[in-house]
């Protein structure tokens, strides 16, 4: 089945950009997600990219998609302290498929 | 923004105890997931539910746990006899179908101690 891996902590400056990386084993998925994780709180959907992709934007975030090395990264320009957080590598196998995988999740701290 | 509201936000019961976490989907999705997440771990899959019975379930989800929905809003988890390993953020999540490009939308959770 599908296993998706991340590094467990990141640790940038205000300012500067975050990269977090996540790597997966199901080359089928379709879908590949970010969720991102603020203490106490759910999963909330940051972005999502389509297999078919390369990169997508979405305002201070960047995802880029290497499927031949089952690699995903998040970039998030200009990191503020709201930022902070857990963030999840997630990804969904075929259409047919009904869960969505996570990784370990990344802890993203915020340096002033 | 529609939302998926969980109750209790904590839930501490004894072990051996029988607990019911319970979630509201967003009204016009049809498909509903339990997650857990032990602490510091990942978040793990339990189950999925659609058209009133169970999709897929993993190896966690034994005959221990069960789901239900007994109307037409709400979506339950039961563990019928806890043990202190089921001590987790359990997350409940909807989503309007499969395959979605919009992922599933989860509740804050239920943090279910067993002492």
């Known amino acids: 089945g599908e296993d998706v891996e991340q590094s467990l902590f990141l640790s940038v400056r205000e300012g500067d950009s975050s990269v977090i990386n996540c790597t997966y084993t199901?080359?089928?998925?379709?879908?590949l997600y970010w969720y991102k994780q603020e203490p106490g709180a759910g999963l909330q959907l940051l972005t999502y990219?389509?297999?078919?992709?390369d990169m997508k934007q979405d305002q201070r975030l960047t995802v880029l998609l290497n499927k031949k090395d089952k690699h995903l990264s998040l970039r998030i320009a200009d990191t503020q302290t709201g930022d902070s957080a857990i963030y999840f590598c997630?990804?969904?196998?075929?259409?047919?498929?009904?869960?969505?995988?996570f990784g370990s999740g990344t802890r993203l701290s915020i340096r002033p | 923004e529609p939302e998926v509201t969980q109750t209790p936000s904590h839930q501490v019961t004894q072990m051996g105890q029988e607990v019911i976490l319970r979630c509201v989907p967003i009204?016009?999705?049809?498909?509903f997931y339990w997650y857990r997440q032990i602490l510091g771990q990942k978040v793990e899959f339990l189950v999925s539910?659609?058209?009133?019975?169970?999709?897929?379930k993993s190896e966690i989800f034994d005959d221990q746990f069960s789901v239900e929905r007994p109307d037409g809003s709400n979506f339950t988890l039961k563990i019928r006899s806890t043990k202190l390993e089921d001590s987790a953020m359990y997350f409940c999540?909807?989503?309007?179908?499969?395959?979605?490009?919009?992922?599933?939308?989860f509740g804050s959770g239920t943090r279910l101690t067993v002492v």
């Open positions: 997630a990804g969904l196998g075929d259409s047919s498929a009904s869960k969505i995988i």
């Open positions: 009204s016009n999705h049809l498909y």
């Open positions: 539910f659609y058209n009133n019975e169970i999709s897929e």
């Open positions: 999540a909807s989503s309007e179908a499969r395959g979605l490009s919009y992922g599933y939308t």
């Open positions: 990219i389509f297999s078919n992709m």
């Open positions: 199901d080359s089928s998925s379709t879908y």
